[in-house]
């Protein structure tokens, strides 16, 4: 009987061993790596669907942030939404900065950029809305000083987050990664389970672990009063690239969705 127990109980274990590889497989691509189809942009001061200075371009299946056709920065913060919200998911994206920072941005978004995930539409956007409402997993760069300077951090435009059982209401909170210097290509994960859990994954070690993402805070500027309800828990949006002053290239952005419990 113990033998019978004990077979059935590693046939369980490899039959939800054998699901979760199938599972992986689902992966969908965000990016056709021909061309911004099924994405829109969104840059502070311009319309929704103005791409302002060609900021987000195609090139070598890859999706570039550039500024060569600015005259200043402006605050021109921008970002590239995908089309369809998301909420439970697996997110892959790999980055690297390159090139050099547009001076007249402001200093901290040197070597600054990020994804933007349950984040509104662009629709609901004022035309002069710096942010969208939304929760950041925040990319930096190592500014060679030999600092120590994390990557996969959270940012909260319009947002707070709990952490060990704690509402916190810091803007930014700093992930574990170690520091990554020059143009080199990151890995960058995102794991989220509606509004219930978030993981931040660089390099496949998780720097970073909240809950109950949810509207609050300060920041954001420029929106509808009505899109602002604080205290209402995030169980969906939308993912958006982000545009900052520093250029950065964004390649294999693929997601598959994860299971509801």
Excluded at 193 to 215: A, C, E, F, M, R
Aim: proline fraction near 3%; include cysteine; hydrophobic fraction near 35%.
């Amino acid at each position: 009987m113990r033998f019978l127990i004990l077979s059935f109980a590693i046939l369980i274990f490899w039959s939800c061993l054998s699901s979760t590889k199938v599972n992986n497989h689902n992966w969908k691509q965000l990016f056709n790596g021909r061309d911004l189809d099924g994405w829109v942009v969104k840059i502070n001061g311009h319309e929704t669907g103005e791409n302002f200075g060609n900021t987000f371009r195609v090139k070598d299946k890859i999706i570039s942030v550039r500024y060569d056709q600015y005259d200043t920065f402006n605050d021109r913060f921008g970002h590239l939404y995908y089309k369809t919200p998301f909420s439970y998911y697996h997110l892959v994206i790999e980055y690297r900065f390159v090139g050099e920072f547009f001076k007249s941005a402001p200093e901290y978004a040197r070597l600054n950029s990020g994804v933007m995930f349950h984040s509104q539409d662009p629709a609901t956007m004022l035309k002069d809305q710096n942010w969208p409402i939304s929760v950041e997993m925040q990319f930096l760069g190592g500014l060679g000083d030999g600092k120590e300077r994390t990557t996969g951090n959270m940012c909260s435009p319009g947002t707070n987050v709990v952490i060990n059982g704690k509402l916190d209401t810091r803007h930014c909170i700093n992930s574990t990664s170690r520091t990554y210097e020059g143009e080199q290509w990151v890995r960058a994960e995102l794991m989220v389970w509606g509004d219930s859990l978030v993981k931040h994954i660089i390099n496949g070690d998780t720097v970073l672990q909240y809950s109950k993402p949810q509207i609050g805070g300060n920041v954001v500027a420029g929106y509808r009063p009505e899109m602002k309800k604080d205290g209402m828990l995030l169980k969906e949006g939308l993912i958006a690239l982000q545009s900052e002053g520093q250029p950065i290239d964004f390649r294999k952005l693929e997601i598959r969705e994860l299971r509801r419990p």
